[in-house]
């Protein structure tokens, strides 16, 4: 039943988003990750477009969850004892109104079509909030690299290009990295289009900076999540200088965050893995951070040998979110925070959260940050410079030239500032901003309009 207090308006967009979810969870059932996704959007733009009749009438949310296209295939390859192994690879094509799609592939167990619907669904608002033409996708496989060695590896990337090279191409589709694939792999993959389709293209960014990558890329999520972090805390009248900042996770995004936090005088207190996190109460520093890099980068070990190495606290099976901080960024996977690390979180005097990974809070942390007026930043607004800057990478192969670090420095910056003030357009409350409902409007609005431009297709 309704309570008292709500207005007839709220009622009925209640009802639109209830219906809506209806029509979604019939269509997709079991795909979890993906009707969450989903339901956050709806729940901002449901609202928003009972103003303006046209999205409506031409079902312009309706199609944008369905993806234009979905590519599912098996990958055959053979391990280091001579067997056979199986996996499964996935592109998903979902929104190309505003350009390419563009998206990372994910290599990681616990990969299916859910979790790849949700992420292409995300990438399709985040590209469109960093002011580039570029459209949404999302792609990888159900392979574990963890404990693989480099030849098995590169099999496995040789035979996911085979068939994955058929769907992609620099003006179709530009996959990049994202949980599992890293320097190393997207080298792989490329050597392997570029054997078979005998093209010298953009066709993939994360690219080494000898063979056509942008400078800055590897740094661009970490980093631009760091400055998302200052916009807000700006709003406020405060900085990064001094604030206890914790981490999830140890991979590319964890540690640029790291980086430019130490950069702007915080105090990096935990770092995590699957295995764990690690509490430093001193915080990171350069040689820790080098400490990490070789680590996790090089030698591809654990994060308790991080703590083993320093003399450092490590808790096994534990997240970081019990950790008394002023910042948090959860840089490591979905629904790694929940309502319980929210309330914590809130008692320990928390300001802010950046969301370096996807979708890392639940719904009801989210619900916990917002009604506690803590700044919460989504990931599609707050983790977008490392697609920004692939679409930097983007522009730099067609022209066939190379900027400085600096200058992409600079237009990261100025993306992430941009991103924030669209955030604040649409987003803008009484007390404060709601950057969910910001970012998602935001993000609509430029994809809707190309869509109703571009007609029935
Ligand atoms: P990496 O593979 O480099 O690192 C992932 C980190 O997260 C590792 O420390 C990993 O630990 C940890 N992790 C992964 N899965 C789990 C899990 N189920 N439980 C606990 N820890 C886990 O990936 P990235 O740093 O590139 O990506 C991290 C997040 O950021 C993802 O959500 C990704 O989608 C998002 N993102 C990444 C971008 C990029 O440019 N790379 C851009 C925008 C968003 P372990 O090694 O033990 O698995």
Redesign the pocket.
């Known amino acids: 039943m309704q309570t008292t207090t709500q207005s007839p308006v709220k009622i009925n967009e209640q009802k639109a988003v209830e219906e809506f979810m209806q029509y979604v969870e019939k269509r997709n059932p079991h795909e979890t990750e993906f009707l969450q996704a989903v339901h956050e959007v709806a729940a901002s733009v449901l609202p928003y477009i009972q103003d303006y009749p046209h999205y409506v009438q031409h079902r312009v949310l309706h199609r944008m969850v369905e993806p234009e296209r979905v590519v599912m295939f098996r990958v055959p390859w053979v391990n280091d004892k001579g067997e056979v192994q199986v996996n499964r690879g996935y592109r998903i094509e979902m929104n190309s109104a505003i350009g390419p799609y563009k998206g ?1 592939l ?1 290599f ?1 167990p ?1 990969v299916n079509l859910s979790v790849l619907k949700f ?1 292409a669904f995300e990438q399709v608002f ?1 590209n469109s909030l960093t002011t580039l033409p570029m459209g949404g996708g999302k792609g990888g496989a159900d392979f574990d690299p ?1 404990g693989k060695s480099d030849g098995e590896v590169m099999r496995f990337c040789q035979s996911f290009m085979t068939e994955l090279q058929r769907h992609i191409g620099p003006d179709t589709d530009v996959p ?7 320097s190393r792999e997207i080298g792989f993959l490329y050597g392997q289009y570029k054997k078979i389709r005998n093209e010298f293209t953009g066709v993939l960014t ?1 690219k080494g900076m000898e063979y056509g990558g942008s400078y800055m ?2 740094e ?3 980093f631009g999540s760091v400055y998302f972090t200052h916009e807000m805390l700006l709003t406020r009248g405060e900085s990064i200088k001094d604030k206890k900042c914790i981490i ?8 640029y965050t790291a980086k430019k936090i130490m950069e702007l005088g915080g105090k990096v207190l935990t ?5 764990g996190f690690v509490y430093d109460k001193d915080g990171m520093d350069e040689e820790k951070w080098n400490y990490l890099m070789d680590l ?1 980068n090089v030698k591809r070990g ?2 308790y040998e991080y703590a083993e190495q320093f003399g450092l606290d490590y808790y096994a099976g534990k ?1 970081p979110w019990g950790v008394s901080a002023e910042l948090a960024f959860p ?4 629904n ?1 925070l929940n309502e319980k690390h929210a309330k914590t979180l809130c008692k320990n005097g928390l300001q802010a959260v950046s969301e ?5 809070c639940t719904p009801e942390a989210i619900e916990i940050f917002q009604h506690s007026k803590v700044l919460y930043g989504p ?1 599609k607004a707050s ?5 920004a800057v ?1 679409g930097l990478e983007m522009s730099q192969n067609s022209l066939r030239l190379s900027w400085s670090g600096e200058e992409v420095d600079e237009k990261l910056r100025s993306i992430m500032r941009s991103i924030h003030d669209n955030c604040v357009a649409y987003g803008k409350e009484k007390d404060g901003v709601d950057y969910v409902k910001g970012a998602n409007i935001a993000g609509f609005v430029k994809v809707a309009d190309a869509m109703l431009a571009q007609g029935i297709v």
Do not use: C, F, Y
Request: hydrophobic share 25%.
């Open positions: 990372g994910r990681h616990s992420l985040k963890k990049a990295g994202d949980i599992g694939v890293g994360g890329r590897p661009a999520t970490g999830s996770g140890s991979g590319n995004v964890a540690q770092v995590s893995d699957s295995g996790k654990r994060i997240t840089s490591a996977t979905q790694e370096g990974a996807n979708m890392p990931g983790n977008a410079g490392g697609v692939s």
